[in-house]
Nanobody
Framework: QVQLVESGGGLVQAGDSLTLSCVNS????????MGWFRQVTGKEREFVAA????????YYSDFVKGRFTISRDNAKNTVYLQMNSLKPEDTAKFYC??????????????????WGQGTQVTVSS
C-alpha cells in the first residue's frame, strides 16, 4: 500500500519561507501526479499546487502563484512545496496527495486517491 509522509511544517512569521516535503513510498513514484492541498478547520480542502507525472507540468492556485513552487525529485521519491512570502492567511494544514497515471482535474481533491496525514503551517503576523 502506497503511503505519503509530509514534513517541514511549523510556525513562522509573515514574510518567511518554508519548504514542505512529501515522500511517496511507491516504487514507481515517477508515474504519480502529485498535489498539495490545504485545509483550515471548518472549511473545505483547497488546491494549492500540482505537478504531473507525464510531463512535469506545474499548476498553482491563484492565491499562491508567484510565491509557492512545487517540484519533484524522482530519485528521492519526493515532492516539495517551496513557500515564500508567507502570509497569515496561509495558515492551514497542508496535505500531500497522489494519483497514478492521471493528470487531468489536478485541482480537484476527488482526483487523488492517496493522501498523507498532513503537516501544520502556522504563519504569525
Amino acid at each position: 500500500q502506497v503511503q505519503l509522509v509530509e514534513s517541514g511544517g511549523g510556525l513562522v512569521q509573515a514574510g518567511d519561507s518554508l519548504t514542505l516535503s512529501c515522500v511517496n513510498s511507491a516504487r514507481t513514484f515517477e508515474t504519480y501526479t502529485m498535489g498539495w492541498f490545504r485545509q483550515v478547520t471548518g472549511k473545505e480542502r483547497e488546491f494549492v499546487a500540482a505537478i504531473t507525472w507525464d510531463d512535469n507540468k506545474t499548476y498553482y492556485s491563484d492565491f499562491v502563484k508567484g510565491r509557492f513552487t512545487i517540484s519533484r525529485d524522482n530519485a528521492k521519491n519526493t515532492v516539495y512545496l517551496q513557500m515564500n512570502s508567507l502570509k497569515p492567511e496561509d495558515t492551514a494544514k497542508f496535505y500531500c496527495a497522489a494519483v497514478k497515471y492521471y493528470s487531468a482535474r489536478y485541482d480537484r481533491a476527488f482526483t487523488y486517491d492517496i493522501w498523507g496525514q498532513g503537516t501544520q503551517v502556522t504563519v504569525s503576523s
